[in-house]
């Protein structure tokens, strides 16, 4: 039988409290899986009361180490924001609320910053702004790449027409709720495999080690809040676009989710680490950031890349099955993430273009020529865009809608009866979902859309019909 570890058990055993525990069971299940319960606890045991004998060994150095006490470090000297801010340019600016614009007036005084842009779905997040963009020089800032690190945009289109969402509802139905898992902490009992799942970093870097476990378990789910997976009619409007679809109406796919429990653990602790390294002033705490000279810099650039193709298997693996379901092979799939960082070069005001870390958190990629999707709400629709490769936006578009009440006002002010109303008069059904979420909670998406002409170009839409989300 495999062995079977909980903190509970190591905790029993006088381990503290950390990431040592995560590291202990994920080395002992991986190194030691073959050994009895009693075996591995008793070798456990006998690492933390002598951690310094085990600190050369091959596979028990790393609990070793980490249970080692460090000396504290000295606390770091503050470092003051500039005194004047980088100019930035706001689209759509009459529509953002005023937490957003201080969010954004305050990241663009840090040292690191070089130039910025203020997407028009923007609106109040921790550290920058959903909606923000920020070039910064040799540094990554954790939170301004955000906690669901590498969310995304999947669209597959299937040759199927688009009356199918009328006459098969009640299939369509069934294979969502039968293919996709959505919630926090919902993990598969038999999850696939996947090669991102082999990746050296989970090998590497300490804290992944220890996140490897539930990265298996979680791949191929959908978190909650604001993430779908949704049935709905692709119109495809320009001809010439580069997935060679022909102009028409299709029977399509979208989803919308992250990394999962990996990449918030990889936000949490590594805007940890940027706080003690780079301590701002309370206003701009949640903007610490990493060298990427650093080696915690780089531990994270190499954390947030992995998260980022996690993501991205995760929905390959939900189009893939429900594709399997359907019978069917998509025709296209157009695919873009946000709530990352790329390296790319930008010139800042008045100067050459040089190499910079370009945050986009809740921000999609709009260099020329490169397709993305831009969601509405439940209830509008979609736009597969084309960026136009626009300098004042570093390159970049709105990743959605954007939220026109918060979470909590959204709750407390509107009812299920409205929702359903709304549902019903737009042919809208709903699978799992919240108050939270409701259509109404959402900026206008055409709205939205007229304030970044310049920045996208249409190439179709995406109309929601059947909506799978947590419950």
């Not at 006002?409 to 108050?435: C, E, F, P, R, Y």
């Amino acid at each position: 039988m495999k062995l079977k570890l909980t903190g509970k058990d190591l905790r029993r055993i006088g381990y503290p409290e950390g990431k040592v525990i995560s590291i202990a069971i994920s080395v002992m299940q991986h190194s030691f899986k073959h050994t009895s319960h009693k075996e591995a606890l008793e070798l456990l045991e006998k690492v933390r009361q002598n951690p310094t004998k085990y600190l050369k060994n091959e596979t028990l150095g790393t609990i070793a180490a980490e249970l080692i006490e460090k000396p504290a470090p000295e606390p770091a000297d503050e470092i003051p924001l500039s005194e004047e801010r980088k100019e930035y340019t706001v689209f759509g600016a009459d529509h953002i609320e005023a937490g957003a614009i201080n969010q954004m007036e305050i990241a663009m005084r840090l040292p690191v910053t070089v130039a910025g842009a203020l997407m028009p779905d923007a609106h109040q997040g921790y550290g920058l702004p959903i909606g923000g963009v920020l070039a910064a020089h040799n540094a990554i800032i954790p939170y301004g790449v955000g906690v669901d690190i590498g969310c995304r945009m999947c669209l597959s289109i299937y040759d199927l027409p688009e009356n199918t969402v009328y006459g098969e509802t009640k299939k369509l139905k069934n294979i969502l709720q039968r293919e996709t898992l959505f919630g926090a902490g919902r993990e598969f009992s038999k999850p696939m495999d996947d090669e991102v799942l082999d990746r050296p970093e989970f090998r590497q870097i300490p804290l992944l080690r220890g996140l490897h476990d539930k990265a298996v378990r979680q791949i191929g789910s959908s978190g909650s809040g604001n993430h779908f997976v949704e049935f709905g009619i692709a119109e495809i409007t320009d001809p010439d676009n580069e997935f060679g679809v022909p102009a028409g109406t299709y029977l399509a796919l979208l989803s919308h989710s992250g990394s999962r429990g990996l990449g918030a653990s990889i936000a949490n602790h590594f805007t940890r680490v940027a706080m003690e390294k780079t301590p701002l002033p309370s206003q701009a705490k949640h903007l610490a950031w990493l060298s990427l000279e650093s080696e915690a810099g780089q531990e994270y650039w190499l954390s947030m890349n992995l998260a980022g193709d996690y993501a991205s298997a995760c929905h390959h693996q939900i189009h893939h099955k429900i594709a399997r379901a359907l019978g069917q092979k998509p025709l296209a799939m157009v695919e873009n993430h946000h709530n990352f960082a790329w390296k790319e070069r930008h010139a800042g005001p008045g100067a050459e273009p040089q190499e910079l870390i370009v945050h986009r958190k809740g921000a999609t990629p709009a260099g020329k020529g490169v397709l993305g999707i831009i969601p509405g709400s439940m209830t509008q629709p979609g736009f597969i865009v084309r960026g136009r490769g626009e300098a004042a936006s570093l390159d970049s578009a709105s990743h959605g809608a954007g939220r026109r009440l918060s979470r909590t006002a959204a709750k407390n002010s509107l009812t299920w009866s409205q929702v359903q109303d709304m549902l019903n008069q737009n042919g809208i059904t709903l699978l799992g979902g919240g108050l939270d979420e409701a259509p109404m909670a959402y900026k206008d998406i055409n709205q939205v859309m007229s304030f970044q002409r310049d920045l996208v170009d249409v190439v179709g839409r995406f109309q929601p019909k059947i909506v799978r989300m947590d419950d």
